[in-house]
């Protein structure tokens, strides 16, 4: 048996609907500008094709969890997301092929420090630190599911206000395209989690709020900003 010199970190676990082991996670991928109208609404290039960027896996928050506002920003906006879980791998996976690595589906929450990133886009550095903070990655339990991906509505609503009301179909990259185009950028593995973007209507949240989330046949998300 290993030992170790500090303790090992823990494995962050997603619930499974019907089930009960948890879904591990191993890393998360994540798509931007992935609707047009998400994308226009950023001031991005009707040209530009989507792209990826990462969040760590304890980014997570599992269903239940209220969100601590975060340090160092004072303008946390809300980006509700389609969650696809991976139960298989592989490198270069075809789009046929792609559907079969999925295990299910979850609703999630993309937690973006809007002016750390946006700080970051003027000076052309990275975006870690306004998306892959503590906490940046509200998620509801996990759907399992076969076949053709969900592409029914996507709404986020904060304090009983709808903010963001769209159909995943309108998603520019679908599924199959999002977990093909990620196979030839890195080596997928069973619980990786691959947030697919957000539609339009992103916005600003506040210590208070009530965020509540969900994609149609997939579930709901639901937390406090304390
Ligand atoms: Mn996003």
Redesign the pocket.
Known sequence: MTEYVVAPPAVTVVPVEGEARGFPVRRIL?V?RNYAAHRREMGGDDRDPPFFFTKPADAIVPPGGDVTYPQRTANLHY?I?LVVALKGGGAEVSTDQALDLVFGYAVGV?LTRRDLQNAAKDKGQPWDASKGFDQSAPISTIRPWSGLAPQGAIRLSVNGMVRQDAVVADMIWNVAEIVSEASRLWRLEPGDLI?T??PEGVGPLVRGDRVEGEVEGVGVVSFGIV
């Open positions: 994540c931007g980006e997301e993309d947030f973007g957000t």
